[in-house]
């Protein structure tokens, strides 16, 4: 079975019509510029070239816009149903018997497990359909127009895969099986996903579809320490909160909600990327964990700068009531 026949029917089988891909009419759009495609003596031109054929009609304005509105609606309908998930996981005093109440929550994490495998395999099943359709692109048009705009949705961070809330189910995973493994046999949402610690360096990595690899790296790039109280800012660099914080020019009164537009990443030097900047609070848990002794290192020392930078925000704050 070919698989745009293979994803109609895993997208049709959903419960809830889902965002996806139009497949089939992305195809569609392809044959139609198939069959408008210029003579043989321009067609061995262009091969020559290996360029994209001027004036067409695809890159006109019909098949990326198309792909990449779609690709938004995945991703957005990605992350929403992962941060429920998650904060039913995370969920605790009235938060959780209210869940509980209202039955969306199991003692055995089992609608949680399954509810997360769902989620995975909406993920991975509309990236490889994303990645076939942009492979048949650049097949057609013998050129490299479809890894260009795979680049560019990365720059623009539509690309399901690098989803901070793809890194949380990795790490939701991981703790989940930790958890479970004493009294039961833990169900797993990914494939080999693991977290690694090699030289001191932690990384989350996962194996996923046709040898591609996810590798997350978990040093900050800032304090060049294992990430503690990590944050993901919208550019997916992730930092400790208290560092991410130091770079946007802001206290962690303030947070990083109220840091400056003009404020950069100090890594791909990206604009606007700390407002939308996500708390990793299942890979927090997860180094908790496994850095135990280095956590309550760094525990007592973020406690200290935390007051200290509590206590001036407040004394300030009081300056500026009195008039001093």
């Known amino acids: 079975m070919k698989f745009c026949k293979k994803y109609q029917e895993y997208m049709q089988g959903q419960e809830k ?38 004036q067409c009609p695809v890159c006109d304005g019909t098949f990326f816009p198309s792909l990449l509105n779609e690709m938004s609606d995945v991703v957005g309908c990605f992350n929403q149903r992962a941060q429920k998930l998650l904060e039913l996981h995370l969920a605790s005093g009235f938060r959780k018997y209210f869940f509980w109440i209202k039955g969306r929550l199991q003692g055995d994490h089992t609608a949680l497990v399954e509810e997360g495998k769902d989620l995975v395999t909406y993920a991975l099943v509309n990236a ?63 494939d080999g996903c693991s977290l690694t610690i090699k030289d001191g360096k932690p990384s989350l990595i996962c194996e996923l579809f046709d040898s591609i690899k996810l590798d997350v790296d978990l040093t900050c790039s800032i ?76 525990l007592e020392t973020e406690r200290v700068e935390r007051i200290k930078q509590i206590k001036e925000h407040w004394d300030s704050q009081c300056r500026a009531f009195m008039g001093v």
Not at 21 to 38: D, E, M, Q
Request: a positive charge; charged letters at 25%.
């Open 128 to 190: 490889i359909a994303i990645r076939k359709i942009l492979k048949k692109y650049d097949k057609i048009h013998y050129s490299k127009q479809g890894q260009l705009f795979k680049s560019q949705v990365q720059s623009m961070h539509k690309e399901i895969l690098q989803s901070p809330w793809l890194c949380e189910l990795m790490a939701f995973d991981i703790n989940l099986r930790e958890t479970k493994v004493k009294s039961r046999k833990a169900h797993a949402l990914f």
């Open 17 to 54: 019509k889902l965002p996806g891909v139009g497949f089939k009419k992305l195809k569609k759009i392809l044959k139609r510029c198939r069959k408008n495609s210029p003579s043989q003596k321009l067609l061995n031109a262009t091969l020559a070239a290996k360029t994209c054929p001027d």
């Open 223 to 298: 304090c060049l320490d294992t990430v503690f109280d990590p944050v993901s800012l919208t550019c997916g660099h992730i930092f400790c909160y208290i560092c991410a914080c130091s770079a946007a020019s802001v206290s962690i009164v303030n947070g990083l909600k109220s840091a400056d537009s003009k404020k950069k990443c100090p890594l791909c030097r990206e604009d606007s990327v700390y407002e939308g900047a996500v708390h990793l609070e299942e890979l927090n848990i997860l180094l908790g964990r496994s850095c135990q002794e280095y956590w309550e290192q760094r």
